[in-house]
């Protein structure tokens, strides 16, 4: 929401399965810059914030053989992907 000052669209969806789940999460916003790695500690295209937060999520993920990934297209949007893998 953040990424779309001006409104826009954001959709979430969640494909389960017995030993996966993928979360997808779209947004029709301002888009993240080539050049910024979101996943380096302390990058980040917003006024406030630390910069910690999706590096945070990437390693949680990893922890549990999980996995997120984005596309992203500058003034169009951002489209999210994590897998989250079952431990049971």
């Given at each position: 929401i953040e990424a779309m000052p001006s409104g826009g669209n954001l959709k979430v969806e969640i494909y389960p399965d017995r030993q996966n789940a993928i979360i997808e999460i779209t947004?029709?916003?301002m888009?993240?810059?080539?050049?910024?790695?979101i996943f380096e500690p302390f990058a980040t295209t917003k006024d406030k914030g630390t910069g910690l937060g999706l590096m945070v999520v990437r390693q949680i993920l990893a922890a549990h053989n999980g996995s997120i990934s984005y596309r992203s297209k500058r003034g169009e949007g951002t489209g999210w992907r994590a897998r989250i893998v079952s431990t049971g």
């Open positions: 947004d029709t916003g888009g993240i810059p080539e050049d910024v790695d």
